[in-house]
């Protein structure tokens, strides 16, 4: 499955997912998120039991703001609607997987 763009006007798509979300909050011009985005690529690909989606910070303040992103990369995975588990920093690919068990 392909990665989302998540923006406000489709952030319905994550709240009413019967799969796992995981989120990737960036920016374009951060050197961490960019170690990250290939990876959540990768993930995305072959991982067909979860949706992911991408959310850039500087273009959806209000969605980061609700997230509570302080720093970035941050990666979040919502189930059911509810955030159950985060991670600021670069990560390598097995603790971004272990986040979604």
């Known amino acids: 499955m392909s990665v989302l763009s ?31 985005s290939p990876i ?22 209000e969605l980061a703001a609700a997230f509570g992103v302080s720093s970035i990369p941050m990666l979040a995975v919502v189930k059911n609607g509810e955030v159950v588990n985060t991670s600021v920093g670069a990560r390598p690919k097995q603790q971004i997987l272990a986040m979604l068990d």
Do not use: H, Q, T, Y
Not at 31 to 36: D, E, L, T
Not at 47 to 60: A, F, Q, S
């Open 6 to 36: 998540i923006n406000k006007e489709n952030f319905e798509l994550v709240k009413n997912s019967e799969k796992p979300v995981l989120l990737d909050f960036f920016a374009e011009w951060c050197g961490p998120c960019r170690m990250v």
């Open 40 to 61: 959540v690529d990768e993930i995305a690909e072959e991982r067909l039991d979860i949706m992911v989606g991408k959310i850039n910070v500087d273009e959806e303040p």
